[in-house]
């Protein structure tokens, strides 16, 4: 939770600001989580700070959603082609990952309890 706290630290991820009535505040919560290693042993805990976007209403307070995601016959595509190739695959883990995108909106985030 510290690196996780850091990273959002360090790339200026928020503003403090005080609280007031006219505000509409979205609530926020940590994730926890478990990465095990191929023979299940503990690798490390993660955790991520997220917001609780289910109390916010399309159209009012978002216009836009994007969620990356990859479809499952890509992947078959990169490892037939990699058999084929006899290429290496490696699994890579980020600890971090921040869009570059811009928002004109300013949205209020609660500190998590």
């Known amino acids: 939770m510290v690196e996780e706290y ?3 630290v360090q790339n200026n991820t928020w503003t403090l600001v005080p609280f007031h009535p006219s505000m509409n505040v ?5 994730i ?3 990465k095990y290693n191929s023979d299940g042993t503990i690798q490390r805990y993660k955790a991520r700070l997220v917001a609780k976007g289910f109390q916010q ?3 009012v ?3 836009d959603t994007f969620n990356p995601v990859i479809k499952a016959s890509t992947i078959r595509v990169v490892f037939t082609l990699a058999v084929t190739y006899n290429w290496e695959i490696r699994q890579i883990d ?3 990952a921040f869009l570059n995108g811009e928002i ?3 949205v209020y985030l ?3 309890a």
């Open 6 to 8: 850091q990273a959002l």
């Open 26 to 30: 979205i609530d926020s919560k940590w």
């Open 32 to 34: 926890f989580r478990v």
């Open 57 to 59: 209403y399309a159209g």
């Open 61 to 63: 307070e978002f216009t």
């Open 94 to 96: 980020f600890n971090n």
């Open 104 to 106: 004109a909106e300013t």
């Open 110 to 112: 609660s500190q998590p």
